[in-house]
Each structure stands twice: as structure tokens, then as C-alpha cells.
């Protein structure tokens, strides 16, 4: 009798564990939640979003204050852009809104040609004495 309440207490903690996750499929990219933090899954591998920063390409026939009346009307705050015109924005609202739902505000937008969450990526040499670099 004993061995049988471990056995179900035991599966009773793994199915909690297993269910606390939830992932979906968000502008061709999978998401993972786990433990209050998103995640975005590439190829098993699963990489934290940053905040509530995202990476947006606005078309061509936007000028600077489009971008600017569309970041205040949005909450959004640009931290740089790059030499190809992508924009990091990051949210200034608070409390900070759903890293996701923040991304699909500015992608409803017809001055938005593309925007993803921004990631944290972190870049290493793989320790297999066959790789060669």
C-alpha cells in the first residue's frame, strides 16, 4: 500500500511539471512559457526572450516620426537601430505587457513589415576534438 501512494504521488509531481509549460506557434516561431518566462523553441533549443524587446522592420515610406507616433501610441521606445534599418524597441509601459502581445501590437500595423522578440543567444565552440572551425 505504501509503495502504491509513492508511486502515485510521484506521478501526481511528474504530471504537474510536465503541465506547467505551455507552448504555442506565434508569427512562425514557437514559444514556450515556463516558470514566468517566456522562451522561444529553435530546433529543441530554448532561447529566453529579453523583456519586452523586439526587432522591427518598418517599411520604406515610413519617416522618423511615423516611427515615433506609432512608439508612443504603442508604448514602445526605440534603444538603436542598425545599419540595415532594423529598429530594437523596447516597451516603456508599466507593468510591462505580455512580451508577445507586445510584438503582435506593432505587427498590426501597416508601417510594420516584420517584427519578432528579441533573444538571448549565447554563442560557444562545441568541445568535440572532430570540430574544426
Known amino acids: 500500500m505504501k509503495a502504491l501512494i509513492t508511486t502515485l504521488t510521484l506521478f501526481y509531481v511528474l504530471f504537474i511539471a510536465v503541465n506547467t509549460s505551455s507552448a504555442i506557434t506565434f508569427n ?8 514566468g518566462q517566456w ?3 529553435d530546433a529543441g533549443v530554448n532561447f529566453e526572450l529579453v523583456g519586452t524587446q523586439i526587432i522591427v522592420k518598418f517599411t520604406d515610406t515610413a519617416t522618423q516620426e511615423d516611427i515615433d507616433n506609432l512608439n508612443s501610441a504603442l508604448g514602445g521606445e526605440i534603444v538603436m537601430v542598425d545599419r540595415i534599418g532594423m529598429h530594437l524597441i523596447k516597451s516603456n509601459q508599466y507593468p510591462e505587457p505580455d512580451p508577445l502581445d507586445f510584438c ?10 516584420k517584427a519578432h522578440n528579441n533573444t538571448v543567444v549565447i554563442l560557444c565552440q562545441p568541445n568535440d576534438a572532430c570540430y574544426e572551425a
Open 28 to 35: 512562425g516561431r514557437e514559444y514556450e512559457y515556463i516558470e
Open 39 to 41: 522562451y522561444e523553441v
Open 104 to 113: 503582435d501590437s506593432y505587427l498590426q500595423q501597416s508601417l510594420v513589415l
